[in-house]
């Protein structure tokens, strides 16, 4: 290499033309070496096929232009032709060829940014159910341990009621959702009887704990955890809010069969397009059924003051809304709620007054 570089240098074109020889001599078993076992090792033989298909297409066309009459007819068509506008004619398309690379790296860019997106979110969720996982590790062993939430300890409670406050805030709607499913199927938002010297829940002897409407106590009281949460699109069958404030939760969507909201706070929320078959609004008689207030006690036999609050709630839309349903929000409602029931509220009186 040295040698050629002088020679070139001194213009020893003989030397030269020997070292250079002597260079390729030595150097192309090398080559060939590596690119053989690039060829076998790393591409596939679809690919190698590929390949030895462009090779050839390429020397192909080289030998047809070459060998035959085209070159003569592409020399004499083009004769005389203004080559300083084809000049900037190519210049135009190679500016449209620099757009063109621009959009394409902007996509690109785009997908990148679509692909990561989707990748946060995918580790987000997981991320998510993690911690949801890891809380119902420790609340399950808050309740099963010796002296669990079961028994009459306040302090055990309030842990637990903070755990749930605490992980409910970071929470998407189906996070949220899964957390109130797995306290409302375990019995934890539930009012349950207790023996009133020992503080322990009592067996109802059908294999679980028998409920207390009007005494019991809940082993987790949600209170204002979900006041404004977004509940949309998620499957919350069989749930328990009764007595939570939701003031202005949003439930768009969302199936809620057999939930239980009897002295719920639902003031302002959304039921758009819910599923209300069997929901619990009140309990005891439609026709004496009405909402909490803050001065008389619930009366759980007639449903006075047993019943959910929902002025200036949204009913748009929503799917197996009951009689009984339609008569209590029509009820009691008020007129902004009224104008949301589906079928219209023509013949039940405004109890609510205003």
């Known amino acids: 290499m040295v040698v050629l570089i002088g020679a070139w240098v001194l213009d020893w074109d003989s030397v030269g033309v020997i070292a250079a020889s002597v260079l390729f001599l030595v150097n192309a078993p090398t080559l060939w ?84 997106r989707d990748l946060t979110t995918q580790q987000n969720r997981i991320t998510q159910q993690q911690t949801i996982d890891s809380y119902f590790q420790g609340i399950s062993d808050l309740i099963l341990g010796e002296d669990g939430l079961l028994e009459d300890w306040p302090p055990e409670r309030a842990i637990a009621e903070g755990r749930t406050a605490a992980i409910l805030v970071g929470l998407d709607a189906e996070g949220k959702a899964k957390v109130i499913r797995f306290l409302s199927s375990a019995k934890l938002l539930a009012p349950l009887k207790r023996d009133r010297r020992l503080g322990r829940a009592i067996f109802d002897g ?96 007639t449903g006075s003051q047993t019943g959910a609050i929902i002025e200036d709630a949204d009913f748009s839309d929503v799917q197996a809304l009951s009689d009984d349903q339609r008569y209590y929000c029509c009820a009691w409602g008020g007129e902004k709620t009224r104008a949301t029931i589906p079928g219209g509220c023509e013949g039940i009186p405004n109890l609510l007054g205003h």
Not at 70 to 79: E, L, N, V, Y
Not at 257 to 281: E, K
């Open 206 to 301: 059908l294999g679980g704990y028998e409920e207390d409407i009007e005494f019991g106590v809940r082993i987790i009281n949600l209170g204002s955890m979900l006041v404004g949460a977004d509940l949309s699109h998620t499957d919350l069958r069989w749930t328990e809010f009764s007595e939570a404030n939701l003031t202005g939760a949003n439930f768009q969507a969302c199936n809620l069969t057999r939930a239980n909201m009897p002295g719920t706070v639902l003031q302002g929320a959304n039921f758009t397009a819910a599923n209300l078959s069997r929901t619990r609004f009140f309990y005891g008689d439609i026709t004496t059924a009405s909402p909490r207030d803050r001065v008389t006690p619930p009366n759980f036999k």
């Open 33 to 116: 070496h590596f690119t053989q076992r690039w060829i076998q090792q790393d591409l596939a033989p679809a690919q190698r096929q590929f390949i030895l298909a462009m090779f050839g297409i390429v020397f192909s066309l080289i030998a047809l232009v070459g060998m035959t009459e085209i070159w003569p007819w592409i020399q004499g068509r083009f004769a005389g032709t203004n080559w300083d506008a084809v000049g900037a004619l190519a210049e135009g398309f190679g500016a449209l060829g620099q757009i063109l690379v621009a959009l394409l790296a902007a996509y690109v860019a785009w997908r990148q940014y679509v692909i990561s």
